[in-house]
């Protein structure tokens, strides 16, 4: 069993709303990647760090912005919710040339 | 590059047939490649992997390819089962460097 976790599992918010979305990993992993997934498409990487204080944009644009402050978390954020944001969105984490541990997903609607 | 908005092909299977689920990964310089299960609702789990210096890798019911010259990778899986039903990724990632690439994925349907 992975040692990632996501937090809320669900969540409905209003469109306009500031929103974090939580993910803790317990193994010590200095890479961190955010993936966002519609239903029965491809992983899109959203945001990636390679450690404390390291963040970078992936290959999917995204309105969205990360931290990380601490080894163990990398929170997203979005500042003003919209409709177009509603999507799965999923973190992992890994060594350097390592597989990657998926947490289980946040499933985001925007209304 | 990446597509955006794409639907996931589909391989459907008779239970305790064998599937082979096929990817094409771009990077020459990737040397480690990944196969992730993803069942509904959860995120991706690793099944399997193989470094470049490898062309083949045993698992349990799994089998993992790796043809460098036509950057072709495959997963084979022996006597599928309604439970091996899922998405199935590949991704390949260069161990000297710091991004994975996904691959599109594969549905697989296992009918009973």
């Known amino acids: 069993e992975a040692d990632i976790y996501q937090t809320p599992r669900y969540l409905v918010i209003g469109t306009g709303k500031k929103i974090t979305l939580e993910c803790s990993q317990t193994?010590?992993?200095?890479?961190m990647y955010w993936y966002q997934q519609d239903p029965g498409m491809e992983l899109h990487l959203i945001h990636y760090?390679?450690?404390?204080?390291?963040?970078e944009k992936g290959d999917l644009s995204s309105e969205s912005t990360v931290s990380r402050i601490r080894t163990e978390h990398f929170p997203l954020t979005l500042e003003s919710a919209r409709p177009s944001h509603t999507s799965q969105y999923l973190c992992?984490?890994?060594?350097?040339?390592?597989?990657?541990?998926f947490g289980q997903g946040t499933r985001l609607t925007v209304v | 590059g990446e597509s955006v908005g794409l639907h996931l092909p589909t391989l459907s299977v008779q239970e305790g047939d064998n599937s082979i689920i096929n990817c094409a990964y771009s990077?020459?310089?990737?040397?480690?490649f990944i196969w992730y299960k993803q069942e509904s609702g959860k995120g991706p789990q690793f099944i399997i992997d193989?470094?470049?210096?490898?062309d083949k890798r045993q698992g349990q019911r799994v089998t993992v390819l790796l043809n460098k010259t036509v950057k072709h990778l495959s997963l084979q899986i022996a006597a599928t089962q309604p439970g091996d039903s899922a998405v199935y990724f590949c991704?390949?990632?260069?161990?000297?460097?710091?991004?994975?690439?996904f691959g599109a994925g594969t549905r697989l349907f296992v009918k009973a």
């Open positions: 992992a984490s890994s060594e350097f040339g390592e597989e990657a541990f």
């Open positions: 990077n020459s310089a990737s040397d480690y």
């Open positions: 991704a390949e990632t260069n161990t000297g460097g710091f991004k994975t690439i």
């Open positions: 193989i470094r470049s210096n490898m």
């Open positions: 760090s390679y450690g404390v204080n390291s963040t």
């Open positions: 193994m010590g992993h200095d890479k």
